[in-house]
């Protein structure tokens, strides 16, 4: 008898666009293993990443405001969850598959260190080999992170090269080119709709910081996208499935232009923000400092045979290690290091 997800990947030939990556052509995973009788191999990519320890770490991670006290700001968590849905919409609409399009949604981030890209760019100066959050992303699902005794969560080719890639489809998009290389087109869907989450969340959580006011925002695209956070992703949505043709993911011309301007704005007004800045600098030094002790003195953690790749420098070790951590859990760990403590008797 047939299993329910030789029938799924019937229906998803009948139905997909012929641009779409189909599961049943999936270059498979570096392990090869027998395949689910119900789920397709990227649903249970999607499932795999869900069950993660480094997927439920995002709720701790930053997204642009630091550590917030305020419950409604956005977490890396909220984030990512933003960009699946986003990114589910698209390529539903576009009949692509919208569960490999979920799955490197949800892993997209995976790699992200705390406090966001300040803890980024220590990593990458004081790194010998460098750091980039994509290839951190590759990593945490190939190696750092462990399922049933093994290295890395086995996933497929097509995620994997989802989520290394996510970062560079974009800038394509927003010239309105087509990308170079040969990208698959549900990787596009999620390398778009994370700008068309941030540049929506961050302009709205600087609102609610009082950053900026509703009436700062630039005046041409609020008038294009629109004013409320739901408006504005409602028109970058229907942007990107209009614009979209054959194996092209594009944005129709006047709301991409919009795009690229709220983005300019939040790159010159919001991130570089003093306010964002002075507390940037802080934890800066808490990455940098971490970083330079640990490699003089290895924690136990990274000791463990078990931990990262077993042919990697302690440099490296130490950079996968503090790349993991929560802000709250580098906080933390920097004030039992380098604080003194109360006495508490
Ligand atoms: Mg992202």
Not at 7 to 28: F, H, M, Q, T, V
Not at 224 to 249: A, D, F, H, W, Y
């Amino acid at each position: 008898m047939r299993t329910f997800r030789e029938i799924y990947e019937d229906r998803e030939k009948e139905w997909l666009s012929p641009y779409a990556c189909l599961s049943i052509n999936s270059k498979g995973r570096l392990y090869p293993e027998e395949q689910d009788p119900y789920r397709t191999c990227f649903q249970r990519d999607r499932d795999r990443i869900i069950h993660s320890k480094a997927f439920r770490r995002l709720k701790r991670k930053t997204q642009v405001f630091l550590a917030p006290v305020g419950d409604h700001y956005r977490t890396r968590l909220t984030h990512t969850l933003e960009v699946v849905q986003i990114a589910r919409s698209i390529a539903r609409a576009l009949r692509l598959n919208e569960d490999l399009t979920e799955a490197i949604a949800l892993g997209h981030d995976l790699g992200h260190t705390p406090f966001g890209h300040a803890g980024e760019r220590v990593l990458n100066k004081l790194s010998p080999n460098g750091f980039n959050h994509a290839q951190q992303s590759l990593k945490v699902v190939d190696i750092l992170e462990t399922r049933q005794g093994r290295k890395g969560l086995n996933l497929t080719y097509e995620v994997r090269e989802g989520i290394s890639h996510h970062s560079q489809g974009k800038h394509y998009i927003l010239r309105g080119e087509t990308p170079k290389e040969n990208f698959c087109l549900e990787g596009l869907v999620v390398s778009i709709s994370d700008v068309i989450a941030y540049i929506t969340h961050d302009a709205d959580d600087a609102i609610r910081a009082n950053l900026i006011r509703i009436k700062d925002l630039p005046r041409n695209p609020v008038k294009i996208l629109g004013k409320s956070p739901s408006e504005q992703i409602n028109t970058m949505v229907r942007g990107v499935i209009e614009g979209s043709q054959g194996n092209m993911i594009q944005i129709l011309p006047e709301i991409r232009n919009a795009m690229n301007e709220l983005r300019d704005f939040l790159f010159e007004k919001i991130y570089p923000s003093e306010q964002i800045a002075k507390e940037i600098i802080k934890a800066e030094r808490v990455v940098s400092e971490l970083y330079q002790h640990f490699v003089k003195f290895p924690p136990d953690e990274i000791a463990n045979k078990d931990f990262g790749d077993p042919n990697d420098t302690i440099e490296q070790k130490v950079v996968d290690f503090i790349a993991g951590m929560t802000d709250e859990y580098a906080l933390t760990l920097y004030q039992k290091l380098f604080l003194p403590s109360p006495w508490q008797i």
